[in-house]
Each structure stands twice: as C-alpha cells, then as structure tokens.
Nanobody
Framework: QVHLVESGGALVQAGGSLRLSCAAS????????MGWYRQAPGKQREFVAG???????NYADSVKGRFTISRDNAKNTAYLQMNSLKTEDTGVYYC??????????WGQGTQVTVSS
C-alpha cells in the first residue's frame, strides 16, 4: 500500500514563499509521475505541476515562473517550491503519484492560505 503525506502548508502573506513536501511510503521509483494539485473553496481540483520519472516537468500556466516541482529519490519525497505567492494560490494542495502498475494515489492535502 502506498501512502503520500503532504506537509509545509501555512498562512503566508502575498509575495511570500512556501515549500511543500510530499513524502511517499515506498520508493518513488515506483511512480511514473508525481504531481501537485490544488482545490480552492467552491472550486474544482486543478492541476498545478507534475514531474515524470525522467525529470521532465510541466506546470499550469497560472504558476509558471513562480512554482518549481522537484523530487529527491533518495528521500522518496517530492517538493513544490512556491514563490511570489498570490491570494489566488490559496487552497488545499494535494500530492498525487501514478504508480507503474497504473494506480493513482493521493495524499490528504495541506492547506495553503495567502493573505493580502
């Protein structure tokens, strides 16, 4: 069984930075792809950033140039560095991982609140 645990969410002022972590219970080599999604109050969950096992990354247009996704295979952890935060970045951030056997796993989420 795979477990993903997010951490790092907090209340931060606009313009500030946060780094989210997603710790996996197993080797992240088992994952074809890891990603971050977010859900704002009253809105659907949306894609934020993804990273493939090759290291290739992709981002939502709204976060390009501000957010960076990375992974540390030795620590079985993925990260989301968020800079120049805006109030519209507020939401619950979820980590996802697509296993090589096709199943997609989700963490419980971590709250990010950006105040003006």
């Amino acid at each position: 069984q795979v477990h993903l645990v997010e951490s790092g969410g907090a209340l931060v002022q606009a313009g500030g930075s946060l780094r989210l972590s997603c710790a996996a219970s197993g080797s992240i080599f088992s994952f074809n792809r890891m990603g971050w999604y977010r859900q704002a109050p009253g809105k659907q969950r949306e894609f934020v950033a993804g990273i493939r096992r090759s290291g290739m990354t992709n981002y939502a247009d709204s976060v390009k140039g501000r957010f960076t996704i990375s992974r540390d295979n030795a620590k079985n952890t993925a990260y989301l560095q968020m800079n120049s935060l805006k109030t519209e970045d507020t939401g619950v951030y979820y980590c996802s991982a697509e296993a090589t056997w096709g199943t997609e796993y989700w963490g419980q989420g971590t709250q990010v609140t950006v105040s003006s």
